[in-house]
């Protein structure tokens, strides 16, 4: 650990911030906009910037590099097509000026060049999971484990994933934003790192203890998110609500399955889904996720969540006091989850819930990531001057 006369402070340097890309503002952007509060002269480069004016705030009008995908055909709508290239896009950044790089990855910024003399620090928020964990559950939902396309995909996403391995000493520091992430970077890339939850505004939410009688699903409706597996177990319970907050290629789909009991609400703003949230009986999780933001807001409503026991929920919710786990993603497990938590509710009080999800505050993560940042600025000094 560096000494008090060995710290300095980050931000006499010239500083590079990487981001994927920019199109909506999600978990990532938040991590985005923490970083760059903390560190407020740096320049920013993504691959593509289509972030719609309301949700530019925390730019704060700052110029921003973008990379030949912005140019592309139809970038705004077909960015995720364009992965192939996204490689060779991100190694055509020239962050040769700058004394510190910092990406924030779940796709391909990690992979930016640096060199010897560069410090470069990488947060991921998700590793690129359609070309390794849900390699063959991706393939099969977007209909190309056959035929011409699977063909054509399969040797592409091959590509990608062996350029990805090939990344990992890019990085001098790995930042993982859970325990599930760092054991996804340990067997990806075979290296440590180091944990620090994301950052929520919990103190933006009150403690709502007038529940109404309904469960909420929020999420956007693809494959892997499980929401099938919730329609199919609210079938089995037609006396209770489901209200399902999202939208995505799965709609149809889960329409034409639910029963009666079940509402569809589509894609809603982020004040509305909040109101919703926090007066919903519980919050419904049943997907395997580096991380949940969503799961954290609902706590700090007060809102007790129901989540499968995989992924990072397992280091959010609390059992017995912010909510309680399924053990398998199955619909039956998750009827028996619910009936459970119905039995058990009146024990868990809204206040104690709210307080299982102060431990991933705004502040702590600043606060944490900017320690971080002076403990491995020294470490990488004091290596130039060892004899």
Same mark, same amino acid.
């Given at each position: ?6 710290? @300095? ?24 906009? $923490?970083? =760059? ?7 920013? @480069? #993504? ?30 709508? !077909? ?13 055509? @950044? ?19 060049? #640096?060199?010897? +003399? ?8 998700? %590793?690129?999971?359609?070309? !390794? ?13 056959? *035929?011409?396309?699977? =063909? ?9 994933? %062996? !350029?990805?391995?090939? #990344? ?13 992430? $760092? ?25 709502? %203890?007038?529940?109404? +009688? ?24 037609? #006396?209770?609500? &489901?209200?399902?907050?999202? +939208? ?17 609400? *589509? ?31 609902? =706590? /700090? ?7 499968? /026991? ?26 028996? /989850? ?9 024990? &868990?009080?809204?206040? %104690? ?11 702590? @993560?600043?606060? $944490? ?9 020294? &470490? ?8």
């Amino acid at each position: 650990m560096p000494t008090e006369t060995q710290k @300095f402070d980050p931000n006499s340097l010239r500083i590079a911030i990487v981001h994927d890309w920019l199109v909506t503002y999600g978990g990532a952007e938040r991590v985005l906009e $923490q970083l =760059l509060l903390l560190f407020p002269q740096a320049d920013l @480069f #993504t691959l593509c910037d289509f972030l719609p004016a309301a949700d530019r705030g925390f730019l704060q009008g700052r110029t921003i590099t973008t990379s030949v995908i912005q140019k592309l055909p139809r970038a705004g709508n !077909w960015y995720r097509r364009y992965l192939p290239v996204m490689p060779y896009a991100i190694e055509q @950044f020239d962050l040769g000026g700058y004394d510190l790089v910092i990406s924030s990855s779940h796709a391909v910024a990690h992979g930016v060049l #640096t060199n010897s +003399d560069q410090l470069h620090l990488s947060y991921f928020n998700n %590793t690129m999971v359609y070309v !390794w964990d849900l390699y063959h559950h991706y393939l099969r939902g977007a209909g190309l484990h056959r *035929g011409l396309g699977g =063909l054509i995909a399969r040797p592409l996403l091959h590509y990608v994933r %062996t !350029w990805d391995a090939a #990344t990992a000493p890019r990085v001098d520091r790995y930042i993982a934003n859970s325990k599930h992430m $760092q054991r996804r970077i340990r067997k990806v890339y075979g290296r440590e790192s180091q944990v620090i939850y994301p950052p929520v505004d919990t103190e933006r939410f009150a403690v709502w %203890t007038n529940k109404e +009688d309904y469960y909420i699903v929020v999420s956007r409706l693809v494959p892997f998110k499980r929401i099938d597996l919730v329609v199919e177990a609210f079938q089995r319970m037609p #006396t209770r609500r &489901l209200m399902v907050v999202g +939208d995505g290629p799965e709609l149809s789909r889960l329409k034409s399955r639910a029963s009666s009991n079940v509402e569809f609400v *589509g894609f809603r703003p982020a004040g509305e889904v909040h109101d919703r949230v926090k007066r919903a009986r519980a919050f419904l999780f049943p997907s395997v996720e580096p991380f949940g933001i969503a799961v954290v807001e609902a =706590l /700090a409503s007060g809102t007790p969540v129901i989540a499968y /026991a995989g992924g990072a929920a397992l280091e959010i919710v609390s059992e017995g006091r912010g909510g309680t786990f399924f053990r398998e993603q199955t619909p039956q497990a998750m009827v028996q /989850a619910i009936e459970r938590f119905e039995q058990a509710k009146k024990s &868990l009080d809204a206040r %104690t819930v709210h307080e299982t999800a102060e431990q991933f505050s705004v502040s702590r @993560f600043r606060n $944490q990531f900017r320690r971080m940042v002076e403990n491995e600025l020294v &470490l990488f000094r004091s290596r130039d001057q060892a004899p």
